[in-house]
């Protein structure tokens, strides 16, 4: 079993839906979560970083950590084509050792 | 402020070879890690380096190396290239461990 679980997708939504993306995990000493944006043939980009559980808002992008629960979500609000992307979850003890989720495919259709 | 920059972007190689990549982290940053990037596997963590120092390592053979010099660039080499090499090599820098990470567009490795 992997340490991070998340749906390979593909999400297929119409612009202007609320999307709702999740991990979950098995490992309690995760202190850090991060979601990342990865374009075709792009690196991925930070979208959201969080400590602990609760949750941080960054204008359209919700992420939510439920530490009890060992699960994760990053929402993205009025969802646009240019939003369509690989979103991946990664997570660390607090050292520079990443461990990613496999990444959910996203696509925002007009 | 220039990004994470790795070169070069693409590599054709052939199996028994070997291969250096580059990756220049953002100013500033002096911790850079390494990762490879596959359809199967997703991201998988190769090494972490700081200040010159291996801190972290992944489960990979002991054909992949790297090394981090004064200046905070780093390299990664592959010895004895395998079909299974074949990825995309993603570098990452964060000013340290517990700062987020951003990466480089990463180079692809095709093995012949």
């Known amino acids: 079993q992997k340490e991070v679980e998340q749906d390979p997708g593909p999400l297929s939504v119409p612009e202007g839906a609320i999307v709702s993306l999740n991990c979950t995990y098995s490992n309690s000493a995760f202190q850090y979560f991060m979601w990342y944006r990865q374009y075709s043939r792009k690196g991925p980009e930070l979208l959201m970083y969080t400590y602990s559980s609760g949750n941080k808002e960054d204008g359209r992008f919700t992420a939510q950590v439920d530490k009890s629960s060992k699960y994760i979500s990053l929402f993205i609000r009025d969802s646009q084509p240019s939003d369509s992307a690989t979103y991946l979850c990664a997570m660390n003890e607090g050292t520079d050792k990443l461990i990613f989720g496999t990444g959910t495919r996203l696509q925002v259709f007009p | 402020k220039a990004g994470v920059t790795q070169t070069p972007r693409y590599l054709i190689k052939t199996r028994g070879q070997q291969v250096t990549l580059s990756c220049s982290p953002i100013?500033?940053?002096?911790?850079v890690s390494w990762y490879q990037q596959t359809p199967g596997q997703g991201l998988q963590f190769l090494f972490e380096?700081?200040?010159?120092?291996?801190?972290n390592k992944g489960n990979f053979p002991g054909r992949f190396s790297g090394r981090q010099f004064s200046n905070s660039r780093s390299e990664m080499n592959v010895s004895t290239l395998e079909l299974g090499d074949s990825a995309l090599y993603l570098c990452a820098s964060s000013v340290e461990g517990t700062k987020p990470q951003h990466f480089g567009d990463g180079t692809r490795l095709s093995i012949l």
């Open positions: 100013s500033g940053h002096r911790s």
């Open positions: 380096y700081f200040s010159e120092t291996q801190r």
